[in-house]
């Protein structure tokens, strides 16, 4: 479906709106799949790297799959809608597919759900005006979810988003989206809530390390040799591991891969006022460690920031860089990511 990429003013706006106030931005383009039956669960835990079984109904995960490889191939969130009913949330990685061919002979139906909509309402006054309308909103912990009403029409509202700030994703029928964006928009006026396009997303995700499938991963940029295919180790993703799973989908693979990264997913600010492009190389030593997988500059901070793969023995705080691009020849010093909120309390917060 069609997103609105850009709006009538300027992105910096948008981002500004979203750190700030509150930014209501249409994300339907996720891909939404139900896994419901007896065989559910036993289907994600072979297919996600997450322990399934420890997520309860009304909770939600982070999680990533791989390939037989051991090669990230999809990043995705896990709803647990009830005893035997899931919700996954993905985006334009292999996960269809996967879950596809993991049901086979399984008891479990796979539904596509192209109906279900996602609202996504982020930044610090979503909850105030949430508050207005939800009771018990503000009591709703970070990846956690309910079944309610807005505006007199059924939703779903997760506290989750991809932004780095407290934010929630609203589920709605497509024949409600309408209202319920317009009614937001309108009663949100005096929160400082306007529409946000998704090109902010990309100023947000820089700075709160929010990656992008395909855009930071191999996929796009393959090695010298021509191989695509990152492990979660090298994306900085194997937190996404449960600790001590075994017997999923590429796991072997994946335990023996740890302490061969060929590279890291890393920051690096620059000292200039313009973005980094994306492709600009990255030179220490007089030769290439490095390569720029998006940048951005924020008129809030004053900061030129840029998600990169960087060598691993570069990928050090402080070590001092050089960028080669449109700009010509600009100093860099590599950062740990995320930039902003490193220990995530703005999106975590209560009450």
Not at 180 to 192: A, C, Y
Not at 307 to 331: C, F, M, S, Y
């Amino acid at each position: 479906m069609g997103t609105a990429w850009t709006y009538d003013h300027d992105v910096q706006d948008d981002h500004t709106m979203i750190r700030t106030k509150a930014g209501l931005m249409d994300v339907s383009g996720l891909k939404k799949v139900h896994l419901v039956g007896p065989h559910a669960s036993g289907v994600l835990d072979y297919v996600t790297t997450r322990n399934v079984e420890k997520i309860l109904p009304g909770r939600s995960t982070y999680a990533t799959m791989l390939n037989e490889d051991g090669h990230f191939i999809e990043d995705c969130i896990l709803y647990r809608m009830g005893p035997n009913n899931w919700m996954v949330v993905h985006g334009t990685g292999a996960g269809h597919e996967t879950l596809a061919q993991a049901c086979v002979g399984r008891n479990v139906q796979m539904l596509f759900d192209d109906d279900l909509h996602d609202l996504s309402l982020q930044g610090p006054t979503a909850v105030d005006f949430l508050a207005e309308h939800v009771p018990g909103i503000r009591n709703l912990r970070y990846f956690s979810h309910i079944g309610t009403t807005l505006f007199g029409v059924p939703v779903t509202i997760s506290r989750t988003g991809y932004t780095g700030e407290r934010g929630y994703e609203i589920f709605c029928r497509g024949v409600d989206a309408p209202l319920i964006w317009d009614t937001i928009l309108e009663k949100g006026k005096p929160f400082g809530i306007g529409p946000a396009s998704f090109t902010a997303l990309d100023l947000l995700r820089v700075e709160s390390y929010l990656l992008f499938y395909p855009y930071d991963m191999s996929d796009l940029w393959a090695f010298p040799n021509g191989e695509t295919g990152d492990t979660l180790w090298e994306l900085g993703l194997d937190f996404t591991v449960s600790p001590g799973k075994t017997g999923f989908r590429g796991a072997d693979a994946h335990y023996r891969a740890k302490g061969k990264e060929r590279f890291r997913i890393y920051g690096i600010e620059l000292a200039s006022d313009a973005p980094a492009d994306i492709g600009d190389t990255l030179h220490a030593d007089g030769k290439q460690v490095g390569l720029v997988t998006i940048g951005m500059v924020s008129k809030l901070t004053g900061r030129s920031l840029a998600i990169v793969r960087l060598d691993v023995d570069k990928a050090v705080p402080g070590t001092p860089l050089e960028l080669h691009g449109k700009q010509g020849i600009v100093a860099a010093t590599a950062q740990p990511l995320p930039f902003d909120d490193p220990d995530k309390k703005k999106r975590t917060a209560i009450g």
